[in-house]
């Protein structure tokens, strides 16, 4: 059995946990969910749409606003309770901090920031980048199960998730934190940053980069994101150079993002960038240089100044 650890935020369920699920039935063995918050029925209720078997509602007081202490202890007694075989996660922040504890806690395994599977020497193995995404790794666990495994954003394609013919049963969990338990809190996430937006969750993006030549220049951009309705985000010199914040960057450094639609404008597309957006589902490129390597992972490629191409682009959606 593979159990998917969900995470939501005040009542609302990141994406990337669709992803896990996705990851998780692509094992053909049965998927059970866990969600944990003060009160996480409604979000129970809305992960019960997919095909698997149950869904664990761990509710708690202590559990309202995340905590690495608290989420460690509750999802320690769900995974002693369930006994999976395998436990999978989104990629996400707050699974960076507390998936590593849990995983010792247990004295399991755990393989991160994974963007597959694959049958090896008789042996299920894990797919992930290695050297900022220069060459990927076949890592098969070793030690007794459960294994926890975490899976890169724009890994899996949400829309491949099975529904069930009806909702799966959800059924709560009671947890016991005992007093004192909890002995961290944890600031909201990007708050070194004014106006700080999490790109993982939108669903196109606009991103730029030394293409733009000044930062007089955003404004163009910022017009296109506006008029497709979408965030604008950059490649590492932009936000290095402080024209745009570090919160809007896109790469092995900054936001790890899937969506619907990324526009990439005057980005090469180095490494260190690609490996924080090939999973997007359509990479449309707009760059005078016809070898740079952005076109090589680009849906859509369009070999021009971008200066010429995005007021045209503005004017076709204004049109």
């Not at 007694?77 to 699974?95: E, G, N």
């Not at 290695?130 to 070793?142: C, H, L, N």
């Not at 909702?167 to 909201?188: C, D, K, W, Y």
């Not at 996430?189 to 030394?210: M, N």
């Amino acid at each position: 059995m593979v159990l998917v650890i969900a995470e939501q935020r005040d009542g609302v369920l990141n994406n990337a946990s669709w992803e896990a699920l996705v990851a998780a039935q692509q094992m053909g063995r049965p998927v059970r969910v866990a969600v944990a918050g003060g009160d996480p029925g409604a979000v129970a209720a809305e992960l019960a749409a997919a095909d698997v078997e149950s869904v664990l509602a761990v509710g708690h007081p202590e559990l309202e606003s995340y905590t690495p202490d608290g989420f460690v202890a509750a999802f320690a007694a769900v995974v002693a309770d369930a006994a999976p075989d395998l436990v999978f996660l989104a990629h996400t922040y707050q699974t960076r901090e507390f998936a590593p504890r849990l995983a010792a806690r247990l004295g399991r395994s755990l393989v991160a920031d994974c963007v597959g599977t694959r049958p090896r020497d008789g042996r299920l193995a894990f797919v992930r980048p290695m050297f900022q995404g220069k060459f990927v790794a076949d890592v098969a666990p070793t030690g007794p199960a459960p294994h926890f495994v975490s899976f890169q954003i724009g890994a899996f394609r949400p829309d491949a998730l099975k529904r069930g013919a009806s909702p799966a049963p959800v059924r709560e969990f009671a947890v016991t934190l005992e007093p004192g338990a909890i002995r961290q809190s944890a600031e909201a996430p990007f708050q070194e940053a004014k106006q700080a937006v999490d790109l993982t969750q939108a669903e196109r993006i606009v991103a730029v980069g030394r293409g733009i030549k000044g930062q007089e220049h955003l404004s163009l951009v910022e017009s296109l994101a506006t008029a497709l309705g979408a965030e604008v985000a950059a490649s590492r010199p932009i936000c290095d150079s402080g024209w745009l914040p570090m919160d809007r960057q896109i790469g092995s450094s900054g936001q790890t993002v899937a969506p619907k639609l990324y526009l990439a404008l005057g980005i090469s597309g180095a490494i260190q960038h690609l490996v924080g957006m090939k999973g997007s589902r359509t990479i449309v490129a707009v760059n005078k240089d016809a070898e740079a390597p952005i076109f090589e992972v680009a849906d859509y490629g369009i070999v021009g100044d971008l200066f010429d191409v995005v007021p045209a682009i503005i004017a076709a959606l204004d049109a």
